[in-house]
């Protein structure tokens, strides 16, 4: 299939009016009962009515994102602050009754059995696993949560140190990690280990309020705990918890030791003899730390050229959301940490929102949400919003595979040849180093979940514990014993997503098979990954996969063929 890049349609509205604009649940209510009551007695009647469900989704949907964009662009806004609570707390509660209705009505209807199975079975599945799931002592506390978990970007967002006598978030701050100046990297972590040590009994409470509802969520839905309820929340039906445990095994087998070997790489190339915190993202001294670009704008056009090298289908997304202005590249004080794809879902054009200071890391952060974009794009003319409610699994297999795809193409930011080879390692370091930290992440959340009602004290024992069984030994952390046992804290996936982070690990291996892919036959790689991303959710993950070419796995066996081809490839790149 060869994709070329069109300007987006944006369907006509058939349920509402063109000029509708969500304000409160008194305007929003009589849709949902229109469709709650309407009679469907034909199959056509049934494709109308999930035509207008599939609207009205998508503008409450492209509505609170926004609410949740402008919040996370300026966390000081108290209205943008509000408009999200309002959302929340006073349109989103309301909703998921009727949800539960429609999925009731949709599940009953005589004509669901005539849809075509090839595309509707993901959704039908999704569909009968949420009206099993629902509560409606749940929707007060999901909404209770929603508005708890935003609590960790505003005490996050206020984070910044001083360096120099500049004020820098800490987003900014890391790049002075990366300077050949050891004394300077020191004392620079030890701002941010204690700027972060400052807030962790703020975060420690949340954490437990937060703990609480989740556990509270599961039971009223009968579950022992919130792990087993939270799998089944998020539809993963293609693996199960075993899986995630050999996960963590083989990763723990066969990946932990090429972890270790590019950290004695590093240490080798400083010269130390003891590697520290600080030293993990340096420079040899005589080495500056690469900068790829100045400012936000520059990332966008450079970002731009490297995508139209590898099809110009994927810089005509990013030209037209910078035409639409949906990008929001640099870092600045009083916006939120980290860095998303926002897909809107009515007008189809996404929103990126990252924290750029200027260093490698922000390139590859661009890389993978511009994969987003890529995807969001690719799916948006399916005929349900609900066909673009892709899960995770293959939505960051779109993120990772771009950044492997596009590394050949960094000279767009590095004329230097070994400036180039260097940014390169970095993307390999990152690939393989997140492995082990996903696998850590994901383990600590079964641990947090199955032992409800555990102290603080209990947390941090068992988050070291399991840190250390992914660690390398390498790296010498004494006087900083606290900081690293509180270090869970900056992962904001634990706070505004919980459980939500395997999903990196099984991406990033299929990432890896799709760069091997790559190797062998660019233009076959680059069809298969445009062919998958545009079928959304209208297969399963392995025939996604399938579809892309590659194989839904992640046991031992394939862990160690992929880890067996990684190898070679670090070797030419003079990791010993």
Known sequence: MNIKFEPLHVPERKLLPADFKLTDWEALKPYFEELKNREINTKEALDGWLRDVSELEAVISEDACWRQIHMTCDTTNKEYEEAFTYFC???????????????KKLLACQFTKD???GQYFPYLRGV???????????????????????????????????????????????????SSDRQLREAVFGKVASRRLSDKDKLNELFDKLLKLRQQIAVNAGFENYRDYKFRSLGRFDYTIEDCFAFHE??????????????????????????????????PKGTEPLRPFEGGKELAEKTMEVFSRLSPYFSGCLKTMEDMKRLDLESRKGKAPGGYNCPLAETGVPFIFMNAAGTMGDVITMMHEGGHAVHSFLSHDLPLAAFKEYPMEIAELASMSMELFSMEHWDVFFSDESELKRAQLEEMERVITVLP???????????????????????????LSILAEFSTGVTDWSGYEEYRANFWQKQLHLFEVPFYYIEYG???????????????????????????????????????????????????????????????????????
């Open 115 to 117: 849809l075509d199975k």
């Open 89 to 103: 707390m006073e349109i989103e509660p309301k909703m998921k009754p009727y949800g539960f209705e429609l999925n």
């Open 437 to 463: 930290w996903i696998a850590t992440i994901d383990k600590y959340q079964h641990w947090i979940y199955t032992n409800p009602g555990h102290s603080v004290k209990e947390r941090e024992e068992a988050w």
């Open 128 to 178: 009968e696993n949420a009206a099993q799931l629902y509560r409606d002592e749940n929707v007060p506390l999901q909404a209770d949560m929603s508005l708890l978990a935003q609590q960790y970007g505003v005490i996050s967002g206020a984070m910044s140190v001083e360096v120099d006598g500049k004020e820098y978030t800490l987003q900014q701050a890391a790049k002075f990690l990366q």
């Open 250 to 283: 083989a990763v723990r087998e066969h990946i932990v030791p090429l972890h270790a070997m590019l950290h004695k790489h590093k240490q080798k190339r400083l010269g130390l003899d003891v590697m520290r915190p600080w030293d993990g993202d340096a420079e």
């Open 506 to 576: 099984i991406a990033q291996l299929g990432a890896i098979a799709m760069w091997r892919q790559y190797r062998q036959n660019k233009e076959q790689a680059l069809t298969n990954y445009k062919n998958a991303l545009s079928l959304g959710y209208t297969k399963t993950l392995k025939e996604l996969y399938d579809t892309a070419g590659i194989r839904f796995d992640f046991s031992a066996d394939y862990i160690k063929e992929l880890s067996d081809f990684v190898t070679p490839v670090l070797k030419d790149m003079g990791v010993e």
